[in-house]
């Protein structure tokens, strides 16, 4: 597979290619997700480091302000959310398939070089409120402007528990091994390790409660607030 033709989503010699990224990303998925080692050559490009690529998923997070989006997708105000702080959970789908994939072909979750970072982020948002809690989940792809909202509303009542689940995964690392005579393609397999916020519900599928999250120093006393006021609830409810 040509270089281009892995920019592209090439289709096996079929005379038509299918687009899989707008020419606009083109910098961020050759720079950052499609790249060889940083002497690569005389066709090589500077790399975007894991920490320029995190302020760029953090500044489009910003101007999307998912906590005042969350609350008027939701309809409600902070008047009705004094049971406990709203909790926020974020990080980057890891996975396969982009969740943002809706066409064919489906695109799949690209890792930057390093592992670290990919181009899907999620972030998820918890209120409580007297009698149910509401889930307001933002997916963004930082190699197309597409953007997914999703909401939910369930009952404390229905609710069996709040789970951590620590999860590994098979993966396919692709990058592109660049010279002076032109560039490969290459595809190694590694572990993808990572974490989800799981809401236990009887009869629902847990993959559909479950969130993304990324370990911090306050995800403890978050995680142990929410649960409190959920034994609270079906205790006294």
């Known amino acids: 597979m040509s270089f281009m033709s892995a920019l ?30 940083k002497s690569g050559g005389c066709l090589g490009k500077k790399l975007i480091t894991d920490n320029e690529y995190y302020n760029m998923v953090m500044q489009r ?10 609350l008027g997708y939701l309809g409600i105000d902070d008047s009705s959310l004094q ?3 709203p909790v926020e959970f974020e990080g980057f789908v890891r996975g396969i398939h982009s969740p943002l994939s809706v066409t064919r072909p489906i695109r799949p979750v690209l890792r930057g070089y390093s592992g670290l970072y990919t181009n ?20 963004f792809d930082m190699l197309s ?3 997914c909202d999703e909401s939910r509303e369930i009952f404390y009542k229905d609710v069996t528990s709040f789970a951590v689940c620590d999860l590994s995964e098979e993966v396919d690392h692709l990058s592109v091994k ?11 397999k590694g572990i993808d390790k990572y974490m989800t916020f799981r809401v236990v519900v009887p009869g629902e599928d ?3 409660l479950d969130f993304v999250m990324t370990a911090n120093r306050d995800l403890s006393s978050k995680i142990h607030a929410m649960k409190q006021k959920l034994r609270e609830k079906k205790n006294f409810g």
């Open 61 to 70: 997070k910003a101007q999307i302000r998912p906590y005042e989006r969350a």
């Open 206 to 208: 847990s993959d559909n």
């Open 8 to 37: 592209t989503g090439g289709n096996n010699g079929n005379k038509e290619e299918i687009i899989l990224y707008a020419p606009e990303y083109m910098d961020l998925l050759e720079r950052y997700f499609l790249s060889g080692k």
């Open 83 to 85: 049971e406990i702080p």
């Open 120 to 139: 899907i982020y999620e972030n998820t948002w918890f209120f409580f409120t007297e009698n149910q809690i509401f889930i307001y989940q933002l997916t």
């Open 178 to 188: 660049k010279g002076c005579m032109g560039a490969k393609v290459i595809n190694t």
């Open 145 to 147: 402007r597409s953007v």
